[in-house]
């Protein structure tokens, strides 16, 4: 790897435990995450994929600071922030930083927005109030707003401004990395593209790293250069956006591939039947990709970039073959 | 980095100061505007509103010019006078004693206690159940075993026991013994409020941010449930003179020879005063209605500007 490696995840669990029983005991742990390693490089976009409940907005928020881990370590630049008097002590959020889903949510209705982007620069760095001022202008400039935005409050705005306005706030004080948990999935489609390309422009201005937290596969393709599969709780697929869209491995990959809306309509038919076929593969091999418990193998690695949650049987087959394995 | 940022916008002061006027005029209207708006637009709780400044205002100023231990004298010679005469505008009680004067100095005084008290217990409620609801867990389960094991007590039964045993008290005293027991209704209802507040993405925001805690519950939280912390207040207030003037009305409010919207009332226990002296006890009973009645008008249309789908002004 050319760039330098900013984070690592290493083997991360999150369980919240099942309180029962007469004495109010731990019976049993919901595993939202359940030994996830990753690692983001600088200036890169990684992204993380799977569906609702796969523990990846969980793993996003572990990586923030803003759930606790159960097991593991996360190390940013070397060093480990998974307790939170490390994380005070090195101004952890002010390099890391998160876009949240629904910008309606997100952000406070009753604050300014010039209080709102505010925020973080008022926590970590300390500006005069006319540097502050000049700061948020800039920011709200960066995102293609005017300074007419600084006194109004978050109702006033479109989903796509609101969402603007988030990322605004999120690079306030110039992070090395951001998670950015499904940021465009509660916009409309004309206003995704609008704000994930003033992402990726600020990507390159600011050489950002993303941890680009979605379930939909075409807006990761448009953004991602390295991407996890997640499925309840684990990593099933790990590469490159290569190896993940051109040579899929794990049937959950295969299946979440078919599920990408095609908008060639002469090919319905086929897409139809693809879709079908992936679908009964899905169904017939289920148990081989996953344990008895309905939990995914570990990774296996098949090259240099690419992992994947497959049995060990269809990697040697891999390996005395050639190319892919055909179902 | 820092330097591309610099030439994306670079500005000048006067480019800041006309820009920020500029945003400023822009801005939207802040809450006081839409309250008062709100008031304009419903005559009633404008009223209420004048009424119970300038009522208040009245007791408090016109109370300053009346010697309360003269008034209290009891003078044998004006023994149930009869109201609307020029000494005795409202009469006066078997004692002799003006009840006008009472009334000024005993609405001061209920009012002014009725004030503290939802000054201090609703403080106390609203942090109470800022924290018990933003912290959660073990903080909350033994905060709200608290709130368990003072709902249970007998709060009223417990003052009287408490004033019996106090040597000496006077209207601070009383206040504060009050506000032990009122914190618990707010602070329920701030909690709940909080407990949904503290799970939306902009405290998480907040926190990413690096605001400590208490900046959060403070400056984050606390604005967006101002609206029901107002109308709370506002309505505890209300609640608050009835438990004085109930407390007086015992014969266990304030000390022997204070009066109180209470001790006028409590003149209506004589059925005799009931049927033939009834200025001793009627204008205390009407200035309770009347200010109960101004408070929850004023007290309905700041709910109504506090919720924009309700408002009766038009922007």
């Known amino acids: 790897m050319k760039n330098k490696e900013l984070l690592k995840v290493n083997n991360l669990r999150v369980h919240y435990p099942v309180r029962g029983g007469f004495w109010n005991r731990i019976v049993d742990n919901v595993k939202a995450v359940d030994g996830v390693s990753i690692t983001i490089h600088q200036g890169d976009t990684y992204g993380l994929i799977g569906e609702s409940g796969s523990g990846k907005s969980t793993t996003g928020k572990a990586i923030v600071g803003l759930e606790d881990a159960t097991k593991g370590n996360i190390y940013y630049q070397g060093m480990d922030i998974t307790k939170k008097s490390t994380r005070r002590k090195l101004k952890y959020n002010r390099e890391v930083q998160m876009i949240f889903q629904d910008p309606q949510l997100s952000l406070n209705p009753e604050k300014r927005i010039a209080d709102i982007i505010a925020e973080p620069l008022r926590n970590f760095e300390k500006l005069s109030k ?20 600084l006194y109004k409050y978050p109702h006033q705005f479109s989903g796509g401004q609101r969402q603007r306005i988030g990322v605004a706030r999120a690079v306030a004080t110039h992070p090395k990395l951001i998670v950015a948990d499904e940021p465009v999935s509660a916009l409309d489609l004309s206003v995704q593209a609008q704000v994930l390309n003033f992402m990726k422009k600020i990507q390159e201005k600011f050489n950002i790293s993303y941890l680009f937290i979605s379930h939909d596969l075409g807006v990761v393709r448009h953004m991602c250069n390295h991407i996890a599969i997640m499925n309840r709780g684990r990593l099933v697929e790990v590469g490159t956006k290569d190896d993940i869209y051109n040579h899929p491995m794990h049937i959950y990959t295969k299946r979440l591939l078919a599920a990408i809306p095609e908008t060639n309509v002469n090919q319905r038919k086929a897409h139809h039947e693809n879709r079908l076929a992936v679908e009964k593969m899905y169904q017939d091999h289920k148990s081989e990709y996953y344990d008895e418990k309905g939990e995914a ?9 690419h992992f994947a949650a497959i049995p060990k049987s269809r990697v040697n087959l891999l390996k005395s073959g050639s190319g892919e394995v055909s179902d | 980095m820092q330097k591309s940022l610099e030439t994306g916008a670079q500005l000048s002061k006067e480019d800041l100061i006309k820009l920020s006027d500029e945003a400023k005029n822009n801005a939207t209207p802040s809450t006081f505007k839409i309250i008062w708006k709100e008031f304009k637009a419903d005559k009633m709780a404008l009223f209420s509103l004048i009424f119970l400044v300038a009522f208040i205002v009245f007791v408090i100023v016109g109370s300053m010019f009346i010697n309360v231990s003269q008034m209290m004298q009891t003078n044998i010679m004006n023994y149930f006078a009869k109201p609307f005469t020029s000494n005795f505008l409202l009469g006066a009680d078997a004692g002799g004693r003006p009840i006008l004067e009472q009334l000024i100095v005993g609405s001061r005084n209920s009012i002014l206690i009725a004030l503290g008290l939802t000054v201090i217990s609703s403080a106390f409620g609203i942090c109470y159940g800022l924290i018990s609801g933003y912290f959660g867990r073990v903080t909350d389960l033994s905060m709200q075993r608290v709130y368990d094991f003072m709902m249970i007590i007998p709060s009223f039964m417990i003052i009287i026991e408490i004033v019996n045993i106090i040597p000496n008290y006077n209207a601070i005293t009383l206040t504060l013994l009050l506000s032990l027991f009122y914190w618990m209704g707010t602070q329920r209802l701030i909690r709940s409020q909080v407990l949904a507040e503290s799970q939306k ?19 984050q939280i606390m604005p967006n449930i101002s609206s029901l912390i107002i109308v709370d207040t506002t309505i505890s207030f209300a609640e608050n003179i009835g438990v004085e003037t109930g407390l007086s009305y015992l014969g266990f409010g304030l000390p022997v020879g204070t009066p109180s919207l209470g001790t006028l009332i409590a003149n209506a226990n004589d059925a005799d005063n ?38 009766r002004s038009t922007d």
């Open chain 1, 130 to 149: 006319e540097e502050e001022k000049i700061r948020v202008i800039q920011l709200l400039d960066i995102v293609g707003l005017g300074p007419e935005a």
């Open chain 2, 274 to 311: 009931i049927t033939i002296y009834w200025w001793t006890w009627l204008p205390a009973t009407i200035e309770i209605i009347l200010l109960c009645l101004a408070i929850s008008y004023i007290g309905a249309a700041l709910r109504r500007a506090t919720n924009s789908t309700q408002r």
């Open chain 1, 297 to 305: 193998l570990p990774l296996q690695k098949i090259s240099e970039t």
């Open chain 2, 201 to 219: 993405d902009y405290v998480s925001a907040s926190k990413t941010s690096g605001s400590s805690n208490l900046k959060i519950i403070f400056k």
